[in-house]
């Protein structure tokens, strides 16, 4: 098995352009089963979880096709409405199949998600939901056998008592096309959901997103949807990876292609921790070291607009360098310190217990050899290697290529020392 090998300290200087979100573009290649026909989607990035999304479709009876950074997806033909076990097991989006399917041939079989191994992540609200959407479930072990009472699938009012975001993406691939108004409320309003439901829109779907402390999503059921092209938007948790681990080694950089108001709340922390932040045009943010890193009191993970899940443990390890105690507080998944130990073998100095988590940061971490738990605990140690002094190496790659594009690559280009080897 292939690792990182990464000589650490190298100040990271340079821009970049930053890659699709693998959050938005898994939903959006799912929902293009609702059209039939030949659906563009650009800045598609070529991850691990969008490969095997396609190798989902292609056994459906979708076409699709690469072509540099767009993905081309031919849905005329699909005939498919069974998903095996072992394809299911490869990512948790694997259960938006579910809404999608059910809304295209109005029967489905699929097996339990996977996906990282970050807390249960049962599917009990997606099941509840398309339950009132009038599908009946009928679940014999890992098996998921889901068909359309009736003619279609009925709008209904969904009340989630947490905005899970699997859950409002399965619901909206199930209301679009369904008989009425179904109406989210407490839905999930990640800005991949919008994404998702602004390619939507383009097909011809109608969908309001209302934003207020009770966050709702309506979706009117309309007759049919029309393929697009369409533009995934970026990756904020990439771009908030390159961020840290630039902090990291006291660099700088520039990213483009990036919308500062998905990295409202990581921006503030950054700032708080010493990086001095710019944004230009609209879409390219500038970020430097200004003074010595600082502990920030306290970062607590909420579903959006709060700090998300998915960057904890990479700001988690860029504290790890901050002058003073940070205090982190994992409200999402239950099992998401994974990452711990590994940091630890960097000579982080951490404490956990149960959601808490407490680092008390040193000015100079050693080199490791450590080992991805998951997808972000992954990119975690990447900044933790790209601050410490000496060569450290990253094993399980496999997981930190389910969302990062060619990652030695993009550091390569800021001038890190790094290599898969
Ligand atoms: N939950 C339930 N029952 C359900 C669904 C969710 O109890 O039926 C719980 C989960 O166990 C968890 C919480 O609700 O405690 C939130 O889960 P949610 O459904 O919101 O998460 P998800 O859809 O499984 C997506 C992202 C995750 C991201 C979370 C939260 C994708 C493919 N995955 O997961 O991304 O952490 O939302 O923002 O969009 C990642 O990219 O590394 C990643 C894990």
Known sequence: MKKLVIYGSKKLKGELTVQGSKNASLPILIATIL??????????????DTINTCKILTILGCKTKRQENSLIVDTTNLYGNEISKHLMSTMRSSIIFLGALLAR???????????????????????????????????????????VKGEKIKGANIFLSFPSVGTTENIILAAVTAEGTTNIFNAAIEPEIEDLCNYLKKCGAKIKVTKNNKNSISIEGVEKLNPCTYKIMPDRIVAATIFSAVAATKGEVLLKSIKPIHLNHTLKILNEMGCLIKTYDDDNIFLKIKKPLKAVKEIKTMPHPGFPTDLQPIIMALSCFAKGTTIFIETIFENRFRHVPELEKFGAIIKVKNRICVTKGIANLHSANVCATDLRGGAALIVAAMGAHGISKICNLPYIDRGYEKIEEQFFKLGANIFRK
Request: aromatic share 4%; proline share 5%.
């Open 105 to 147: 041939c109005k029967e489905a079989i699929v097996y339990l998600p996977g996906g990282c191994d970050i807390g249960t992540r049962p599917i009990n609200f997606h099941i509840s939901a398309l339950k009132q959407m009038g599908i009946q479930v009928k679940k014999t072990g890992e098996k998921l056998h889901c068909k």
């Open 35 to 48: 059209t039939k026909g030949e659906n563009i989607l650009k800045r598609c990035p070529n991850l691990n």
